[in-house]
């Protein structure tokens, strides 16, 4: 299964700046996702991050606040914009198939 | 209905125990089912996938009910490792993507 390498794995930001996480694949992978995990909560999905084009969001996210880029089938970046103290949460990136998913280790957003 | 429902938890339960997880969903038309751990401030690992044959992996058995739209999950000889919380999964969301129940966390005691 694909090992996901995600940064940062933490960090804490003043309200109203911009944070952009990083995932990288270490095998080319059709499908990649953005999820949020609040806590105490199970897992929320943000969007699917589409290779070549723009990405797909859920009900309740939207680009302006959460862009995504896919550039190649191995490597994907979520911005988290204009922060307020509800986006403290944890942010994970999954890639995989029907057989399965894995998980970057996550990262622990505080905003401050 | 929630697309993914589990049982409520914490379940505490002394080492050596068994253990049993339930879980149902809505769709009918999900492909596959998992059961995930989630360790504390760890990401989701996958602890196996779940077949309508049913499988079993050392002291752990997931079983796959298409016709009630039910999964479950046995833990046998409970470890002091075994405390996680377990996710329900299944995959076939609009996207493709894996839709989460809220998970149940299990603290096994010595």
């Known amino acids: 299964s694909a090992v996901i390498s995600q940064k940062p794995s933490r960090d804490i930001c003043q309200r109203g700046t911009s944070l952009t996480i990083q995932c990288q694949v270490d095998s080319q992978v059709t499908m990649m996702f953005w999820y949020r995990q609040q806590p105490g909560q199970s897992l929320t999905l943000i969007a699917t991050?589409?290779?070549?084009?723009?990405?797909?969001?859920e009900s309740g996210f939207v680009i302006d606040k959460f862009p995504i880029s896919r550039p190649n089938l191995t490597f994907s970046t979520l911005t988290v914009s204009n922060m307020s103290p509800e986006d403290s949460s944890i942010y994970l990136c999954?890639?995989?198939?029907?057989?399965?998913?894995?998980f970057g280790s996550g990262t622990r957003l505080t905003v401050v | 209905r929630k697309e993914v429902e589990q049982d409520p938890g914490p379940f505490n339960v002394p080492e050596g125990a068994t253990v049993a997880f339930n879980c149902t969903y809505s769709n009918s038309a999900s492909q596959s089912f998992f059961w995930y751990r989630q360790d504390c401030r760890k990401e989701p690992k996958l602890l196996m996938s779940?077949?309508?044959s049913g499988n079993e992996d050392g002291r752990f058995t997931a079983q796959l009910n298409r016709a009630s739209q039910y999964i479950s999950l046995l833990i046998r000889d409970s470890k002091l490792s075994d405390s996680a919380t377990y996710l329900c999964?299944?995959?076939?969301?609009?996207?493709?993507?894996?839709?989460f129940g809220k998970g149940t966390k299990l603290s096994v005691k010595p």
């Open positions: 779940v077949y309508s």
């Open positions: 999954s890639a995989g198939d029907v057989y399965g998913y894995t």
């Open positions: 999964v299944v995959f076939g969301g609009s996207q493709g993507n894996l839709i």
């Open positions: 991050a589409n290779q070549g084009s723009e990405a797909t969001y």
